[in-house]
């Protein structure tokens, strides 16, 4: 009896000692599955080219907006090093305050997008990121019947060609897919924070170029057409 106690407690160890190795076995061989499947994937993917149609509507609708296009690089569907440059104007009048400015300036963004996915190959992207930005810029304002602060009677105003910059921060959250062959389209939602600013010399500006409004809020976003190359 004891014999066989013995024979069947060695039987029912090398049968769990059998399974414990085929399942570390099958793990490895698992891990070396994903590691080789990783390594075939090149290291650039691809280049895509995009413009943004929001900064489009605005200049369609209101007295102020940017025109603004982006050069994406792929790497392994998961790093996406981003370059940002556009162009950003103003040309207002406030009715009630009888005051006007214009300003146009260049501005660029430079940054890194990661594609979050736990599929890094979808069609569906979603991106958490970061930019870098800067603008350099000049601009008009002028007043008509503005109070002398002194003297108290109506005088104009005028300022031209007042040099300013600004540097800020944004933090990127956005999604694209591919709609039919390279092209595809995809939003963004950002989150603007100043670094540096140089207003000039006659108070806070009213439009900077890229940046947006002066005093408005610091949420922003872009809605952009892509061409995957």
Known sequence: ?????????ISRAAAISLLLASAVSASADSREQDKAETDTIPL????????DAIGLGQLAISDYGQYEA????????KYF????????????FDVT???GYKTGAPYGKLGMDFNILKNKHDIYRLYAGFRYALTYYKFDVY??????PVWGDKVDY????VKCNYHWLEGVFGVDAK???????????????????NDGTVGNTWYVPGYGKQGATRLGGTFNVILEL
């Open 1 to 9: 009896m004891l014999s066989n106690r013995i024979s069947s407690f």
């Open 44 to 51: 650039f993917r691809n280049v895509a080219v995009s413009v």
């Open 70 to 77: 982006a050069l994406r690089v792929n790497l392994r569907d």
């Open 81 to 92: 090093p981003v370059v940002e440059i556009g162009y950003g104007r103003a040309d207002a």
């Open 97 to 99: 305050t009888k005051v």
């Open 143 to 148: 007043g008509t019947d503005v109070t002398d």
């Open 158 to 161: 005028r300022a031209e060609d």
């Open 179 to 197: 709609i039919w062959g390279p092209f595809r389209l995809g939003w963004s939602f950002r989150y603007r924070f100043r670094v540096a600013h």
